[in-house]
């Protein structure tokens, strides 16, 4: 007996899609192509209110520019949210354009270099952690780990270890911030009971007597010198290219960031786990106790740890908030979602675009206004 014929894209007449649209839907099309993006509205980086505004019209040009050409990752990310075709009788009426020219119809389709995400097609099996499979892509994986994906992601086989990997972002405010409360307290303290004098190592004469009002200023200088580590870390660890015939340091690559980037909306990857933060912080904390003396170091280090919480914090909020058009946020979120989806050898700042001047790695401001 004949297997059934495979079913085509579902068809949808203009009057469905009004009123799907009408009852809060966000589909959008790309000649006779239907998008249903109500999923992806309130992570959309020109903000919710350009989605909903498009609701229901033809994208194509929106998509092409100006102001913005979306790039090739933004419209392969499109095609995960096809649901169908307009219909033969509808495609005889005109529709409503996106473009800034009221009236334009236009019967442009995706960029055929781009393609749709297609399990049978892909390098890796979504079904199985994906952790032990991506050291085996060799030369493909830089390509593969940069084509971001709306999925989430599963890392290990077994579940008690998975759990350790994966985390809300409410978690780090209620581990790391008692922490910052307590040592704190503990450093302004020692440096109330100490006789704490900088470079007294070196000199007697230019001792520099450390008072326990210093440290907020200590505090500041913690925070300003985790916001280099920011991005340190963030260009020259986590974007390191891995050698395409070493399959431990793809795996580590993809475990450290490289997950971060195939599926950067999965909400549970988007700050760091307690568990293995604490290591790493730890590792921080007798690095600098060992450096500084006493209250001092501890001053440093708490300021280094509230510039941590904020930046794992702003980094969820620069993925899944909504910040008003215009803002300083606005243009941040959409200076981090161009380096997800075309400038991954550039904008490391997370926090901000600070060092991003000095090291050159800025991206240019006007690829990076609008939606992507």
Sequence with gaps: MAPPPAAGPRSYSRAEVQQRCAEGACLVLTGR?????????????????????????????????????????????????????????????KWKSASPQAGVTTERRMDPRCKAVDDDNDLVDWRKPLLWQVGYLGEKYDEWVHQPVDRPIRLFHSDFIESLSKTAWYMVIAVWIPVVLCFSWHGYVSLAQEDTHLFSTFTEVYAIRVHKYYFPLLFLVGMCIWSLLEYLIHRFVFHMKPPSTNYYLITLHFLMHGQHHKSPFDDSRLVFPPVPASFIIGFF???????????????????????????????????????????????????????????????????SRFWDRPFQTLIPEETFGTED
């Design 33 to 93: 192509r239907i998008y249903d993006l109500s999923a992806f509205v309130r992570r959309h980086p020109g903000g919710q209110q350009l989605l909903l505004e498009r609701a229901g019209t033809d994208v194509s040009a929106a998509l092409d520019g100006p102001p913005h050409r979306h790039s090739d990752n933004a419209r392969r990310w499109l095609q995960q949210y096809y649901v169908g075709e307009l219909d033969a009788q509808s495609c005889l009426q």
């Design 285 to 351: 904390y007798v690095v600098v106790k060992f450096m500084f003396p006493g209250g001092f170091g501890t001053s440093l280090f708490t300021g280094g740890l509230f510039g941590y919480v904020i930046y794992d914090m702003m980094h969820y909020y620069l993925h899944y908030g909504s910040p008003k058009k215009g803002t300083y946020l606005y243009g941040l979120k959409a200076y981090h979602v161009k380096h997800h989806f075309e400038h991954q050898k550039a904008g490391f700042g997370i926090t």
